[in-house]
Nanobody
């Protein structure tokens, strides 16, 4: 069992940056593929980014490629999402997820463990 706790959300202006953090409980963090998803009001939850267990191999949604960076610090049981050049369309609740088999798995059904989410609001 893995418990995930996100932090770092807030209200920012377009063009600003935010870094989200997700701390995982348990001793097997380094063995999990980690991902970030987001859900905007009235929309389905969508894949944002994922990172492999080691070597920093990543996958991104086209909508965030070049602006967002996912990274992980295994000794700290933490995964990060650095979000630069934010746009109003990035406004959503951002969720940390763990446990997919591979970073190419971008369905929320591929991730058995989820955090409670953190709100990011980008004003124009």
């Amino acid at each position: 069992q893995v418990q995930l706790v996100e932090s770092g959300g807030g209200l920012v202006q377009a063009g600003d940056f935010v870094r989200l953090s997700c701390v995982a409980s348990g001793r097997t963090f380094s063995s999990y593929v980690m991902g970030w998803f987001r859900q905007a009001p009235g929309k389905k939850r969508e894949f944002v980014a994922a990172i492999q267990t080691s070597y920093g191999v990543t996958n991104y949604a086209d909508s965030v490629k070049g602006r967002f960076t996912i990274s992980r610090d295994n000794p700290k049981n933490t995964v990060y999402l650095q979000m630069n050049n934010l746009k109003p369309d990035d406004t959503a609740v951002y969720y940390c997820a763990a446990g997919a088999r591979h970073i190419i798995n971008i369905s929320q059904d591929d991730y058995p463990y989820w955090g409670q989410g953190t709100q990011v609001t980008v004003s124009s």
